[in-house]
């Protein structure tokens, strides 16, 4: 019989992880200690329902299954389907349905997105035919310049390449799969303390949620780092368990190759979960100590070795660093991808040198900070759906474990997942360097993992009013933030909000009482508004993500969900469907943007005709109709498009925002945002005698280089890097490549030139060739014939 004091029998048809005896003293679980618990619950009985997280036996450890390995490998199937012995039949099977659903939903449509980053998708047709490039992260086959970070998240898309031949599918792949195996990892870590439900609500959180069904299906290094730093979640939990040195180990690994795969924001969660094997590990205080540094020095080891080969082998013997300025990893790895990220002291980026800050207090060349960050305008669609319920769970879940013993997984699990959510939000709401949308990936495990196993317990005790009052504010709380950030997009299916609104509420006051109501009745009143608030808090993140999938995504900036008000697009605001707030980094602010909604630019005065403001470098008054002179151009934007191409602000034809990348040949702000349009005419040109020269083109910009090398299939130097404003040649320099005959073509216009505080020998190379050399127009792309006579000579 069920009562309001009292939980539902486990034959609920909602499953119960606390159905397990505690672990005796010095069993195989570990050594935790455990207070009197209550006996196990057997048929038809009941426990008290004052513990939301009561102990539970952990699953054993040690070898499973057949002894011999020929043994293992046959059962494989049979028992990889059936799970752990003590799991109902169900669990397995909707285990790996949602593996499958995973798979589905984000292979669905993958090449819509073409190359996706072609900044990276360049690095890696360059790996796919040369293993120097691959290792070292080039852009280019020939090894002139790297991307600007670590290459390892490069490496599983270029090995794909090598064996499957490359395209798109086989470039975006890879990332498919490591967005499948983080799912699994969080299902796998909150199940080992949680039950069966609570990892499958987590890991459908986690696959539905918009940013993730955007940067798995995106060649970017953030799905590498989520799946890294999840598993490195699942060492901590496994470690501290048992005070595990092996799984301690792995934990160090794991950060280890996320700081080859994006540098120091892998070590954002690092201090957290070494905080909780430090506090909660079951072993003495020196030993724990002990196993850190073990941790320690396989972090050191498996993500050090890539950087003393770059840091001791001569210059001349590897790639330009891309990304820094003077030609070291360190360096990037401590100003432009480490602390000037926090800083916004980023010599050669979009932002420039000059620190982040933009007017008064409270905000960034990219965007407002403070705690609100996560949820405003269109940064709320990618992540924020259940950031709120996230953080009452996490509160709820360390509440209710504060008499839990010192070594309780249960608290543990609270700890890991909170750190991370914690450390990870408030830096990125309050860091003024380059910030993108996308990072948000980033949050997702945490935020799925807190929802599902918090959501457990309160389920667990529903019968006492005050869980059953928390879990309906959480419900409805979830479903109002729902709807307001669905409300951001007017026209993006108008009538879900109200939707999920409604069935909000009504599986809140379900909740509420279904306790309150005895028998059958009662339970399957629960089961429903239980079944009503998942579907309502997952409803609005399934749309977006629905939508994500459907519409290809490219360039550097990309956004998970339909356009919405008040949307980031880049530095300084704007957005897919929205306005541009407060223009680029060094332009005016507000009103003193660019008219038609275009902002002033990095370091530009306003050029004549007020439209558009000077770029820098630029020497002149402004091109026609406002628009600035350029090295190399002829008053157009850099990357090859004309002056009144389309594209250049505005909503593109699917209704999401474009800023640059229009005409035929142009790119986005310069090929900065997104690459040029490379017709087959000057692709062929291209592969002209290709075998002949070492790079068949030169262009300014990565972005830009990286459209010609993938429609050439031929090496292309990125002068400058990615914005153009490295100094990885000079003017001599490149003088003396043009006098060997290692470079064939001079692509006119892209990159950023040295307006953003770095070098500006890619401005005056560009100055140099467009003043030696005859301009060929093919198309709407300028170019250079380097081998031809120079004008002086003619």
């Not at 196993?291 to 590897?318: D, F, H, I, K, N």
Request: net charge positive; hydrophobic share 45%; proline share 7%.
């Amino acid at each position: 019989m069920t009562t309001s004091s009292s939980v539902p029998p486990t034959s609920e048809p909602w499953p119960d992880a606390a159905n397990h005896p505690p672990p005796a003293a010095g069993a195989a679980s570990g050594p935790t200690e455990w207070p009197a618990a209550p006996p196990p619950a057997g048929a038809g009985r009941e426990r008290p329902a004052g513990t939301l997280f009561p102990p539970v036996a952990l699953p054993p450890t040690g070898p499973k299954g057949p002894s011999t390995w020929a043994d293992r490998l046959r059962t494989l199937p049979a028992r990889s389907w059936r799970g752990r012995e003590d799991d109902a039949r169900w669990v397995r099977p909707a285990f790996l349905g949602l593996l499958l659903a995973t798979a589905v939903l984000y292979f669905w449509n993958l090449t819509a997105s073409g190359w996706a980053n072609a900044f990276y998708s360049a690095a890696v047709q360059a790996g796919s035919v040369s293993w120097k490039a691959m290792f070292f992260g080039s852009s280019d086959a020939a090894n002139f310049i790297t991307v600007d970070k670590p290459p390892l998240s490069l490496w599983p898309m270029a090995l794909s390449a090598r064996l499957f031949g490359l395209s798109s599918f086989s470039v975006l792949a890879p990332q498919v799969l490591m967005g499948v195996g983080t799912v699994a990892t969080v299902y796998a870590t909150v199940r080992r303390r949680f039950s069966a439900l609570a990892g499958l609500v987590a890991g459908a959180a986690l696959a539905l949620t918009p940013v993730a069904a955007l940067m798995f299906r995106f060649n970017n290094p953030d799905a590498l780092l989520v799946l890294l730093l999840t598993l490195a979640a699942y060492g901590t939990v496994r470690a501290t368990e048992t005070a595990s040195t092996r799984w301690l180990v792995f934990v160090g690994v794991m950060f280890g190759l996320g700081f080859l795969t994006k540098t120091l924001q892998a070590f954002l969660v690092l201090p957290g979960f070494s905080l909780v094997y430090l506090v909660c590990a079951p072993t003495g205080p020196g030993r724990r100590l002990r196993q850190l540094l073990y941790g320690t020095v396989a972090m050191v080891l498996a993500g050090g070795w890539w950087v003393a080969v770059v840091e001791l082998l001569p210059a001349s013997a590897r790639p330009y660093v891309g990304g820094s300025q003077d030609n070291s990893f360190l360096s990037l790895t401590f100003g432009y991808n480490g602390f000037g990220r926090i800083t916004g002291d980023e010599t050669g980026s979009v932002g420039g040198g000059g620190g982040g800050r933009m007017g008064g207090g409270g905000g960034s060349r990219w965007g407002s900070t403070g705690l609100t960050r996560l949820f405003d305008g269109d940064i709320g669609g990618q992540i924020a759906w259940l950031m709120p319920a996230a953080l009452i769970l996490l509160l709820v879940g360390l509440w209710a474990t504060r008499r839990h013993p010192r070594t309780d997984p249960a608290r543990i699990g609270f700890l890991v997942w909170g750190s991370w959510l914690l450390a990870t939000a408030l830096t990125f709401s309050f860091m003024s360097g380059i910030f993108h949308q996308y990072y948000t990936v980033a949050l997702v495990p945490a935020v799925a993992a807190l929802v599902g196993m918090g959501a457990e317990g309160l389920w667990r005790a529903r019968h006492r009013l005050p869980y059953a009052a928390v879990l309906a504010v959480t419900v409805a709380g979830t479903a109002w933030w729902a709807h307001r950030l669905l409300g951001r997009s007017s026209t993006f299916v108008p009538w879900l909000g109200n939707v999920v609104l409604v069935a909000g509420v009504l599986a809140a006051l379900g909740l509420l009482f279904a306790g309150r109501i005895e028998g059958r009745t009662g339970r399957r009143i629960a089961t429903l508004a239980g079944l009503t608030a998942l579907a309502a808090g997952l409803a609005g993140p399934t749309a977006y993500a629905l939508d994500t999938v459907s519409t290809g995504h490219s360039g550097s900036i990309v956004t998970a969900g339909p356009a919405v008000r008040g949307g980031g697009f880049g530095p300084g605001g704007g957005g897919r469907g929205g306005t541009f707030r407060g223009g680029f980094p060094g332009g005016g602010q507000g009103a003193q943007a660019g008219r038609n909604g275009m902002p002033n630019f990095p370091g530009g005065g306003t050029a004549n005709g007020g439209a558009m403001p000077g770029f820098p470098g630029d020497t002149a008054d402004g091109g026609q109709n406002g628009m600035p002179n350029l090295p190399g151009g002829t008053g157009a934007f850099p990357g090859g498009g004309t002056r009144n191409g389309t594209g250049t602000g505005g909503l593109r034809e699917d209704g999401r925002a474009g800023f640059g990348g229009g005409g035929t040949g142009g790119g986005g702000m310069g090929g900065l945002l997104e690459g040029a349009k490379v017709s087959a005419e000057v692709a062929a040109l291209l592969k002209q005698d290709a075998g002949t020269y070492t790079w068949v083109a030169a262009a300014v910009g990565s972005q830009n280089q990286a459209s010609y090398q993938l429609a050439s299939g031929e090496p292309v130097m990125a002068l400058g890097g990615f914005n153009g404003s490295d100094p990885s040649l000079s003017l001599d320099g490149f003088k003396q490549l043009v006098q060997q005959g290692k470079v064939h073509w001079f692509i006119g216009g892209g990159g950023m030139g040295g307006g953003m505080g770095g070098s500006s020998y890619s401005a005056e190379i560009a100055s140099w060739v467009a003043s030696s050399y005859t301009a060929k127009t093919v198309g709407s792309t300028t170019l250079y014939d380097l081998t031809a006579a120079p004008k002086s000579a003619g």
